[in-house]
């Protein structure tokens, strides 16, 4: 798994946010679009897509879209 990808997975959960406004230092929670539905959205993708379970709350305890790669590539 590579970010680049992981930022292009990710950035695809939000309908209204420009996926260029989504980088790897980007804090996601703070995104005016950010909601428990998204979060949900973002575990669902991760067990798809990436064959990894993550939590809701592992996910808030994440602040960027970089700190959430890492977490889910030491899973």
Do not use: H, P
């Amino acid at each position: 798994m590579e970010i680049e990808s992981f930022i292009r997975d990710f950035a695809e959960m939000f309908e209204d946010t420009d996926s260029s406004a989504i980088q790897a230092n980007t804090n996601y929670q703070e995104l005016d679009e950010w909601s428990s539905l998204i979060a949900m959205s973002i575990v669902a993708m991760v067990r798809t897509k990436y064959g990894k379970a993550v939590t809701g709350k592992e996910i808030r305890s994440c602040e960027t879209v970089e700190e959430l790669f890492n977490l889910i590539t030491t899973k």
